[in-house]
């Protein structure tokens, strides 16, 4: 058999040979209510299949690894469980099926490739009953808190729409899920999902878990720029094997005295989410403009022409001592531009809205004396953004209550990112919370081992707990275990954003998307791919703002580390009602020192 249930059926039992010889575990019935249940049926272990787990979790391309069975087989009273490896991107780089040592048969499925694909594309404009969108609001808090996601583990997002059949979209509004292997039910998770929440039907739609925006590399928005502008590239780290490329968001001002003025982008590009350090974070964390990767690109161009000037090496000499040039200019600049202060990445509860909002956003203090910071401009030419009828500049953020006047069909929304430059896009109208995957340092440290070596298991702390995963019999050890395994977060309320393919990609994380006026709505920080759309996902403004507690600064003139002169707006109100927070920043005053240059804190004497 590929995985063995034992052939005594009162008492089914997993099984590992190896050295201190085979466990057994009798099995009883699982009860979808109780957390503490044990799985039903069993599932056969040996060395073999050890072994190659754990090579297959150790590389980059294998994205989880999970016991499931088809729905269909759940049906019909299977007991048998299979082992599925699941691969990044629409291509098999793997066998569908592999047999090993013992006989036993692991499947790999190309994480896109099951996508059922609509026979009428998603409406560019949709209208979602009000009704749908309060009972969703609020179960959100309820019946489909965390509590529910970690039940249904294979859940990467829950939002509003319209129920499909075969394909086509019907005109019957729903709550979606959205999962990961649509039709394969997982070890461990609570059944099927429920079939309605609150009298509206509910659909199920495969989709993949969101990532992270921060990566590689439009050239005009990578280089290096005393006057730091909107939109720039910007990254933490200051060698090849620890770095991080994003985007800078906007200049903000702490709402606390002594009011330092900074910068703001997604917490994951100005800081490492390593819960395994989370005890002993990092100090001083300096962001640089640009990021490592893109002032130290003509290092690795450098080097491409070297290996190619092996072969013919008067080719390239010219190309050598130019790229040399660029690289000696690029080592004697200083890129330093802020220190990390504070930021979060997941969800967070508003006081003023009484309820919790995605945030992956953070606050940089600006302490680099020798360059300066544009607060409204970017390094786009303006023309770009007049011939296609847009603001040249940002011009204000979007209030909780201004959202409710949005206009979906109309207004159209840009971003400038720093690898995808000026594009355009449309706000949908869909709510929406994601699951977004998480970068697990101490994982991809551990995939550095050479286990094509055949170095034993157990010989790190990150592969015990992936085999203590797989091995698991009750539902929240399996929960809980596999939460370090594959860590995700995650993000309510969030903005999704239509754009079109390749119009946002790794290293936009931080761009600030806007409406045709400069009001920006939100920072991106993931792209989300379901079968009929990529979406760009982002935190609303209001709530990074709160969460935060700064205020966005509006100057035209430039901005130094020695703020002397200001337009302070009053923090938000903890009226619930109170919707007026930063109706105008038009800032257009001096800001910068010249008298006492030391100075930080915004006096009354400077307004």
């Given at each position: 058999?590929?995985?063995?249930?034992?052939?005594?059926?009162?008492?089914?039992?997993?099984?590992?040979?190896?050295?201190?010889?085979?466990?057994?575990?009798?099995?009883?019935?699982?009860?979808?209510?109780?957390?503490?249940?044990?799985?039903?049926?069993?599932?056969?272990?040996?060395?073999?299949?050890?072994?190659?787990?754990?090579?297959?979790?150790?590389?980059?391309d294998?994205?989880d690894?999970?016991?499931?069975r088809?729905?269909?087989?759940?049906?019909?009273?299977?007991?048998?469980?299979?082992?599925?490896?699941?691969?990044?991107?629409?291509?098999y780089?793997?066998?569908e099926?592999?047999?090993?040592?013992d006989g036993?048969?692991?499947?790999?499925?190309?994480?896109?490739?099951?996508?059922?694909?609509?026979?009428?594309?998603?409406?560019?404009?949709?209208?979602?009953?009000?009704d749908?969108?309060?009972?969703?609001?609020?179960a959100?808090?309820?019946?489909l808190?965390?509590?529910?996601?970690?039940?249904?583990?294979?859940?990467?997002?829950?939002?509003?729409?319209?129920k499909?059949v075969r394909?086509?979209?019907t005109?019957?509004?729903?709550?979606i899920?959205?999962?990961?292997?649509?039709?394969?039910?997982?070890?461990?998770?609570?059944?099927?999902?429920p079939?309605?929440?609150?009298?509206?039907p509910?659909?199920?739609?495969e989709?993949?878990?969101?990532?992270?925006?921060?990566?590689?590399?439009?050239?005009?928005?990578?280089?290096?720029?005393k006057?730091?502008?909107l939109?720039?590239?910007i990254?933490?780290?200051s060698?090849?094997?620890?770095?991080?490329?994003?985007?800078?968001?906007?200049?903000?001002?702490?709402?606390?005295?002594?009011?330092?003025?900074?910068?703001?982008?997604?917490?994951?590009?100005?800081k490492?989410?390593?819960?395994?350090?989370?005890?002993?974070?990092?100090?001083?964390?300096?962001i640089?403009?640009?990021?490592?990767?893109?002032?130290?690109?003509?290092?690795?161009?450098?080097?491409?022409l070297?290996?190619?000037?092996?072969?013919?090496e008067?080719?390239y000499?010219?190309?050598?001592?130019e790229?040399?040039?660029k690289?000696?200019?690029?080592?004697?600049?200083?890129?330093?531009?802020?220190?990390?202060?504070?930021?979060?990445?997941?969800?967070?509860y508003?006081?003023?809205?009484?309820?919790?909002?995605?945030?992956?956003?953070?606050?940089?203090?600006?302490?680099?004396?020798?360059?300066?910071?544009?607060?409204?401009?970017?390094p786009?030419?303006?023309?770009?953004?007049?011939?296609?009828g847009?603001?040249?500049?940002?011009?204000?953020?979007?209030?909780?209550?201004?959202?409710?006047?949005?206009?979906?069909?109309k207004?159209r929304?840009?971003?400038?990112?720093r690898?995808?430059?000026?594009?355009?896009?449309?706000?949908?109208?869909t709510?929406?919370?994601i699951?977004?995957?998480?970068t697990?340092e101490?994982?991809?440290?551990?995939?550095?081992?050479?286990?094509?070596?055949?170095i034993?298991c157990?010989?790190?702390?990150?592969?015990?707990?992936f085999?203590?995963?797989?091995?698991?019999?009750?539902?929240?050890?399996?929960?809980?275990?596999?939460?370090?395994?594959?860590?995700?977060?995650?993000?309510?309320?969030?903005?999704?954003?239509?754009?079109?393919?390749?119009?946002?990609d790794?290293?936009?994380?931080?761009?600030?998307?806007m409406?045709?006026?400069?009001k920006?709505?939100?920072?991106?920080?993931?792209?989300?791919?379901?079968?009929?759309?990529?979406?760009?996902i982002?935190?609303p403004?209001?709530?990074?703002?709160?969460?935060?507690?700064?205020?966005i600064?509006?100057?035209?003139?430039?901005v130094?580390?020695?703020?002397?002169?200001?337009?302070?707006?009053?923090?938000?109100?903890?009226?619930?009602?109170?919707?007026?927070?930063?109706?105008?920043?038009?800032?257009?005053?001096?800001?910068?020192?010249?008298?006492?240059?030391?100075?930080?804190?915004?006096?009354?004497?400077?307004?």
């Amino acid at each position: 058999k590929d995985f063995n249930s034992s052939s005594n059926e009162n008492s089914n039992i997993l099984e590992s040979r190896n050295k201190d010889g085979i466990y057994n575990y009798s099995d009883e019935s699982h009860n979808i209510n109780d957390n503490n249940s044990e799985v039903k049926d069993s599932i056969f272990w040996s060395d073999a299949l050890e072994n190659r787990l754990c090579e297959l979790y150790m590389k980059d391309d294998v994205i989880d690894i999970f016991w499931g069975r088809p729905v269909e087989e759940h049906f019909e009273n299977n007991t048998k469980w299979n082992i599925y490896a699941i691969t990044r991107g629409l291509y098999y780089p793997y066998a569908e099926k592999e047999i090993i040592a013992d006989g036993q048969v692991i499947h790999f499925i190309a994480e896109e490739a099951r996508f059922v694909i609509p026979n009428d594309p998603l409406p560019s404009s949709i209208i979602i009953p009000q009704d749908l969108k309060k009972i969703f609001d609020e179960a959100l808090d309820n019946e489909l808190g965390l509590s529910f996601r970690e039940a249904y583990y294979n859940l990467v997002g829950i939002g509003t729409g319209y129920k499909q059949v075969r394909g086509r979209f019907t005109e019957t509004p729903a709550i979606i899920f959205y999962v990961r292997q649509k039709g394969i039910l997982r070890r461990g998770c609570d059944g099927l999902l429920p079939k309605e929440i609150r009298g509206f039907p509910t659909d199920v739609i495969e989709a993949c878990v969101a990532i992270p925006c921060v990566g590689l590399g439009v050239d005009i928005c990578r280089r290096y720029r005393k006057n730091a502008m909107l939109g720039s590239s910007i990254g933490m780290g200051s060698d090849e094997t620890q770095n991080t490329t994003g985007t800078l968001s906007a200049i903000a001002y702490e709402n606390i005295s002594p009011n330092q003025i900074g910068i703001i982008s997604c917490e994951h590009v100005l800081k490492f989410n390593d819960g395994s350090n989370e005890s002993n974070p990092r100090k001083n964390i300096t962001i640089y403009q640009p990021s490592y990767n893109d002032q130290f690109e003509p290092k690795r161009l450098l080097n491409e022409l070297i290996e190619l000037s092996k072969g013919s090496e008067d080719e390239y000499i010219d190309d050598i001592t130019e790229m040399t040039k660029k690289l000696n200019l690029a080592e004697s600049r200083d890129s330093t531009l802020a220190t990390y202060v504070k930021g979060m990445r997941e969800n967070f509860y508003s006081k003023i809205h009484k309820k919790e909002f995605g945030v992956d956003a953070g606050f940089c203090v600006f302490d680099n004396e020798n360059r300066k910071l544009y607060s409204k401009n970017f390094p786009i030419p303006s023309s770009y953004f007049e011939n296609a009828g847009l603001s040249t500049c940002l011009e204000g953020t979007y209030t909780y209550c201004e959202f409710k006047n949005f206009n979906y069909n109309k207004n159209r929304v840009f971003k400038v990112g720093r690898t995808t430059g000026l594009t355009l896009g449309q706000l949908l109208p869909t709510d929406q919370a994601i699951a977004c995957n998480l970068t697990n340092e101490s994982i991809k440290n551990a995939k550095k081992l050479e286990m094509e070596k055949h170095i034993p298991c157990y010989n790190n702390e990150d592969q015990k707990i992936f085999i203590g995963y797989m091995k698991s019999k009750l539902d929240s050890e399996i929960r809980q275990k596999r939460k370090k395994c594959y860590p995700i977060k995650w993000f309510d309320r969030q903005l999704a954003f239509k754009f079109e393919s390749g119009d946002f990609d790794c290293g936009d994380s931080g761009a600030s998307v806007m409406d045709e006026t400069g009001k920006a709505l939100g920072i991106l920080h993931a792209k989300w791919i379901t079968p009929y759309q990529t979406y760009g996902i982002a935190s609303p403004y209001f709530a990074i703002l709160e969460a935060l507690d700064v205020s966005i600064y509006l100057s035209s003139d430039p901005v130094t580390p020695t703020i002397t002169s200001s337009y302070l707006v009053s923090p938000c109100s903890d009226d619930q009602e109170d919707c007026s927070r930063v109706k105008k920043r038009e800032l257009d005053i001096n800001a910068e020192s010249y008298n006492d240059p030391k100075r930080s804190k915004i006096d009354k004497k400077d307004i």
